[in-house]
């Protein structure tokens, strides 16, 4: 499926809200992209005017939204908008391609920054062929800072189709 320009967004694509705005990122929600071709998760946070801590990130898959049998997925590479805080010029908000070593990445000493990190997931990423269709973006807690992780499942194989099943 492609995004159709006649349709509206909420439409095509399935909003996730992963966590609520804190900063507990260690249990965001598993969803299933049995039905999806593709996820980005965008996680959005704010540093809190002091040190920024934890915040050590990595993508895990499961053959099921419980969790099971859960490993890490491979990612290389991520986009990064270091400070939302800065005017809102078209420059300003460009996000910068930054490479991700050993599937893993942490939340920069923000000091005050909002800051905007985005990956995206193929469902071909994923270990399919051992049954691996259920993804989240998992994190150690976040100290000095707030936030909230938000996925955006789209590419549907099948109207309506649904993110909370195994």
Avoid: H, P
């Avoid at 969803?31 to 809190?48: E, F, P, Q, W």
């Avoid at 969790?67 to 990612?75: H, I, P, R």
């Avoid at 490479?99 to 909002?114: C, E, F, Q």
């Avoid at 995206?120 to 992780?149: H, K, P, Q, Y």
Wanted: hydrophobic share 45%; with cysteine.
């Amino acid at each position: 499926m492609t995004i159709s320009l006649n349709a509206r967004l909420d439409e095509q694509v399935r909003f996730v809200q992963a966590t609520t705005l804190g900063s507990d990122w260690t249990g965001a929600t598993w969803v299933s992209m049995k039905n999806y071709r593709r996820m980005t998760i965008i996680a959005d946070c704010l540093g809190s005017g002091g040190a920024v801590g934890g915040g050590i990130v990595t993508l895990n898959q499961a053959t099921s939204i419980t969790a099971g049998s859960a490993k890490a997925l491979n990612f290389s590479r991520m986009a990064v908008l270091a400070d939302l805080t800065v005017a809102q010029t078209e420059v300003a908000q460009a996000l910068v391609e930054t490479t991700v070593t050993s599937n893993t990445w942490t939340v920069a000493n923000a000091d005050g920054k909002r800051q905007r990190y985005v990956m995206e997931v193929s469902s071909n990423d994923l270990d399919i062929a051992l049954g691996f269709d259920c993804v989240r973006m998992v994190s150690t807690a976040l100290t000095g800072a707030t936030g909230v992780i938000n996925y955006i499942l789209w590419g549907a194989r099948y109207s309506g189709s649904s993110v909370m099943i195994n």
